[in-house]
């Protein structure tokens, strides 16, 4: 077990509650992570680049590097830093119907298992990542998703982190678990830290 406090980091004998997260008006927060989320304390300091937290999360979650997304609140717009090739291709409103913005306002984590049947956006899901992707009519669309807001000690929003499952057939993508929503709003509360979301 690791532990969170103050920015430093210390190897914590195992409980068994190996997950809470403990807020104490007037003091620091203290962030209590379960091993399989420890590959998380290597993407914090400086240098490391959008790819590479993405891929560390992906892993945790045993997903595919292209279902993991981040985004950066900016003035009112949601900005992706990662996936590289959704950079470019704008922005979204805070002010939209988009899920990442419902997310952003109502600043709760969400779980849809049934995301292919939720009225969304799906101008993003559709580009392809290099012309040469192997997908002709464009990326398999989202199955699963997780959406939870990344937010200060002072519960500002900063961003979204999205896990997603992609294929052509739901039933080929797991479901989420309320265990696995609960990990990631851990790893969110551990992003605050991370330079990939303060750099602009």
Aim: charged content about 20%; glycine content about 4%; some cysteine.
């Amino acid at each position: 077990m690791w532990c969170m406090k103050c920015d430093t980091f210390d190897v914590l004998p195992s409980t068994e509650n190996d997950m809470t997260h403990e807020t104490d008006p007037g003091a620091t927060e203290e962030i209590v992570l379960s091993e399989n989320l420890l590959p998380l304390e290597s993407v914090l300091g400086p240098g490391v680049t959008p790819q590479q937290l993405c891929c560390v999360l992906a892993r945790v979650f045993h997903v595919q590097p292209t279902e993991v997304a981040l985004l950066r609140l900016e003035n009112g717009l949601l900005r992706f830093i990662f996936p590289d090739h959704l950079r470019t291709t704008g922005a979204i409103p805070i002010s939209s119907k988009a899920v990442v913005a419902h997310t952003a306002l109502s600043k709760k984590a969400e779980i849809f298992n049934n995301f292919a049947r939720v009225k969304h956006a799906s101008i993003f899901e559709s580009i392809k990542p290099h012309e040469s992707d192997p997908y002709v009519e464009g990326p398999p669309p989202i199955q699963k998703l997780m959406s939870v807001p990344i937010m200060d000690r002072h519960s500002n929003v900063l961003g979204v982190i999205q896990i997603s499952r992609k294929g052509l057939d739901p039933n080929l993508a797991p479901d989420f678990s309320r265990e696995n929503l609960h990990d990631l709003e851990l790893a969110a509360g551990v992003l605050v830290s991370s330079p990939v979301l303060l750099e602009n």
